[in-house]
C-alpha cells in the first residue's frame, strides 16, 4: 500500500476572474510517501494515527445542527477524462471517465465541490446527471437560508435510495466541502480527527497475464505493497493472472475482487489452488453473485475456517437492508463501502451500524478523479475504522484535470503542479489551514 498523510500548505490557484474575486488565499497540499511493510498496515488498520497533531474532532454531526449554508451559486460541469487503457468494472468497460463537478459557492465567498461519478451500474449517461445536478443546484441557489442538516435532508428527499446514491453523494461532498472552507478545517478533522495520513492498495483491473505482469512490476518499483487484482472471466485465466502478479511484484499482499464472475465452487477451488501454491490473499471479494446470499456465506465459511481469508460483500451490499442481513446471518467479514453507493451520509450511517458487530469495513471507489477520493481519504482518515483502503482508481487516468492542492514526496513525479501517471498515488488535500480547493485547467 501507499502511504497517505496530510501536511501543511502550498498550491496555485487557477480561477477565471469571475471566481477568483470571492476567493480567500487558503492554501493546500498533500503529502505522499511509500510505506515500510504491506504485512503490518493490513494486519492494523490502513489508517495512521497522527503523531504530530492532537487527536481532536469538531464533530460533524454537531456541526450540521448549528452551521446555516447560505448558498450564493451552485453549478455543475462535466468532468471528462481520459484512461491509460479501457478498465473492465464487472460486466461493464469504461473508455473513458464521464463524471459531473459540482461547485456550491456559499455568501461568505467559501466554496466547496464535489464529484458525481456516472457508475456503470446505474443506467445513467453524463448528460441525464448533468439535469439531475442541474436541477439541484437551481434548488440551491434559490433557497433561503438553512441549517447544513436541512439542506442535507433535502438534497437526500430529491435524491432518494441507491440509484441517486452519486448525485447525492456529489452534493453533500460540495455542500460539506464549502462548510469546513467557511470555518477553515480539514475534512479529516471534521470527520473525526483520529489520523491525518492512511495508506491504499493499488488496482490491477481485468486484463491479460501479460499487462497484469507489467503493472504489476510498475506497482512494485513505485512501493505499493498491497494490489487488487480483478478476476472472475475464467478460472484459468484467472490463475494465469494471478501468476503472473505474484511473478512482477513477488511480496505484495493482494485482494482478490471476483466482480460477481465465479460459482461458489469455482470461488472455493480459486482458494484451494492458491492454498496449493502457498499463496493466500488477504481478502476474496464478492466471489459470487450479488444475489447468491447462500453461496456467499458457504464461500465465506470455506475461506474463513479452512483457509483464515475474510470475504468481502461489495455487490451484495446495496442499501442498508443488505448490510443488516450481512450482518445478522454471518455471511461475510468485511463490508465494502463507496461514496457512489452510499454517499457521504450514508457511509457515516454504516459505520454507527457496524461498529459493534465484528465486521471490518473497507472503503473503495470506482472510477473517480482526486475530486471524490480526496473526500474518500479523508473520511477514512478522519473516521479511523476502515482497515482497508483502496482508492487508486485516478493512478489508472491518462491525464489529470485537477491542478494544485498536493505536493509529492519520494518517488513521485510532478509537472507544474500537475499529477503525473507515473507517480505512486496521492489524494488531494484539505489542511489544516482550509478545506478542499480544487482549480480546473478550464475556467468555469
Not at 477568483?20 to 503490518?40: D, K, M, P, W, Y
Not at 469495513?361 to 475504522?385: N, P, Q, W, Y
Amino acid at each position: 500500500m501507499a502511504s497517505l498523510g496530510f501536511s501543511c500548505p502550498t498550491s496555485s490557484l487557477l480561477f477565471s476572474s469571475s471566481v477568483v474575486n470571492h476567493r480567500r488565499n487558503l492554501q493546500a497540499r498533500f503529502i505522499v510517501s511509500c510505506s515500510t511493510s504491506g504485512s503490518e498496515l493490513m494486519s492494523k488498520s490502513a489508517v495512521s494515527e497522527t503523531t504530530d497533531r492532537p487527536r481532536t474532532s469538531l464533530g460533524l454531526k454537531n456541526l450540521t445542527e448549528i452551521f446555516w449554508v447560505d448558498v450564493h451559486s451552485a453549478e455543475g460541469k462535466p468532468l471528462n477524462v481520459g484512461l491509460q487503457e479501457p478498465v473492465t468494472i464487472g460486466c461493464s468497460t469504461l473508455e473513458q471517465v464521464e463524471n459531473v463537478a459540482v461547485r456550491v459557492e456559499l455568501s461568505n465567498g467559501c466554496a466547496g465541490w464535489g464529484e458525481v461519478p456516472v457508475v456503470p451500474w446505474i443506467n445513467w449517461n453524463q448528460a441525464t446527471v448533468l439535469e439531475k445536478v442541474r436541477k439541484a443546484c437551481e434548488f440551491l441557489s434559490q433557497g433561503p437560508p438553512v441549517t447544513l442538516n436541512l439542506v442535507l435532508y433535502q438534497i437526500s428527499e430529491m435524491f432518494p435510495g441507491t440509484e441517486f446514491a452519486s448525485v447525492r453523494a456529489g452534493l453533500e461532498m460540495a455542500l460539506i466541502d464549502a462548510v469546513a472552507n467557511s470555518i477553515d478545517v480539514p475534512l479529516w478533522r471534521l470527520f473525526g480527527g483520529v489520523s491525518n495520513s492512511l495508506s491504499t492498495a493499488a488496482t490491477i483491473p481485468t486484463t491479460s497475464s501479460a499487462k497484469a505482469f507489467d503493472l504489476a512490476s510498475k506497482y512494485c518499483k513505485l512501493g505499493f505493497k498491497t494490489l487488487e487484482i480483478k478476476l472472475g472471466r475464467n478460472l484459468n485465466a484467472d490463475i494465469e493472472v494471478l501468476q503472473a502478479v505474484r511473478a512482477g511484484h513477488p511480496h505484495c499482499s493482494f485482494i482478490l475482487d471476483a466482480n460477481e464472475g465465479y460459482t461458489p465452487k469455482e470461488a472455493i477451488e480459486v482458494l484451494h489452488i492458491l492454498n496449493e501454491e502457498g499463496v493466500a490473499p488477504i481478502l476474496f471479494e464478492q466471489p459470487v453473485h450479488r444475489d447468491d446470499w447462500r453461496g456467499l456465506g458457504d464461500v465465506s465459511n470455506v475461506a474463513r475456517h479452512k483457509y483464515g481469508i475474510s470475504v468481502v460483500a461489495d455487490e451484495s451490499c446495496r442499501d442498508m437492508i443488505d448490510i443488516q442481513k450481512l450482518m445478522e446471518e454471518n455471511l461475510v467479514d468485511v463490508i465494502n463501502v463507496k461514496l457512489s453507493k452510499f454517499g457521504v451520509l450514508g457511509i457515516l450511517e454504516i459505520v454507527e451500524m457496524v461498529k459493534n458487530s465484528g465486521l471490518e469495513l473497507m472503503i473503495d471507489s470506482v472510477a473517480e478523479t482526486r475530486l471524490a477520493t480526496g473526500v474518500a481519504g479523508h473520511l477514512a482518515a478522519g473516521l479511523g475504522c476502515f482497515k482497508y483502503v483502496n482508492i487508486s482508481a485516478p493512478i489508472l487516468f491518462s491525464e489529470d484535470p485537477v491542478v494544485g492542492g498536493y505536493e509529492g514526496e519520494g518517488k513521485e513525479v510532478f509537472s507544474n503542479g500537475i499529477f503525473s501517471h507515473e507517480m505512486e498515488w496521492n489524494l488531494l488535500s484539505r489542511t489544516e489551514e482550509r478545506s478542499q480547493m480544487f482549480q480546473w485547467l478550464e475556467s468555469w
